[in-house]
């Protein structure tokens, strides 16, 4: 514990420096955490909850419903299927943000979407549109065959963002205090 202090310490004084310097000044006002409800999205999404305290940052939480697609041989055609459940997967998306959100501290500034489309895309257009500062998003942590055939949400993110994406892989390094509070007079 004494270590992970002492590292908050350092980047504290990290960011001190350059904000005092010539360099660059960071502000973090608002983060976007797009969540698919996974475990990997889980862990991030408690990056995201201390990364907003930390730097007092409003909290924007965004579920994409993928709807479901037909092929077509011309890979640039497609067809979107009527709706199949898609009213009752935004209540329920809905449903757990409201719970998510009532857990939070009252003073937290949490905003929460759901939106229908394509993940990546849906991702980038709500944060130009809500001038998002970092999105912080799981990944799932595939490789191989699996990598290949569903590819990363989380990695094309990286690509197009137009903000700094922070991935998080579950069993990764992880910098957070499990558990724990450290208080502001360790901080300072």
């Known amino acids: 514990m004494c270590q992970s202090i002492r590292l908050l310490k350092q980047a504290r004084d990290f960011l001190n ?17 797009p969540t698919d409800f996974s475990e990997p999205a889980a862990e991030a999404q408690k990056y ?22 037909i092929p077509f041989p011309d890979s640039s055609t497609s067809w979107t299927m009527p709706d199949t459940g898609l009213i009752e997967q935004v209540k329920d998306a809905e449903a757990r943000f409201s719970k998510e959100i009532s857990l939070l501290p009252e003073e937290r500034r949490v ?20 001038v998002i500062d970092l999105i912080v998003v799981g990944t799932h942590g595939l490789t191989g065959l699996s990598h290949l055939l569903i590819g990363s949400v989380a990695e094309k993110l990286v690509r197009v963002a137009t ?6 892989r579950p069993g990764g390094h992880q910098f957070l205090i499990e558990g724990s509070q450290v208080s502001a007079s360790a901080l300072s």
Not at 17 to 33: D, E, H, T
Not at 54 to 69: C, D, K, S, T, W
Not at 112 to 128: M, P, R
Not at 163 to 168: G, H, K, R, S, Y
């Open 17 to 33: 420096s350059i904000s005092k310097g010539s360099v660059m000044i960071v502000s973090i006002r608002r983060i976007l955490f």
């Open 48 to 69: 995201a909850i201390a990364l907003a305290d930390r730097l007092g940052a409003e909290l924007h939480l965004l579920n994409v419903i993928v709807p479901p697609v």
């Open 111 to 130: 905003v929460s979407a759901v939106v229908t489309g394509f993940a990546v895309e849906e991702i980038v257009k709500y944060a130009e549109e809500h």
């Open 163 to 168: 903000c700094p994406v922070l991935t998080v």
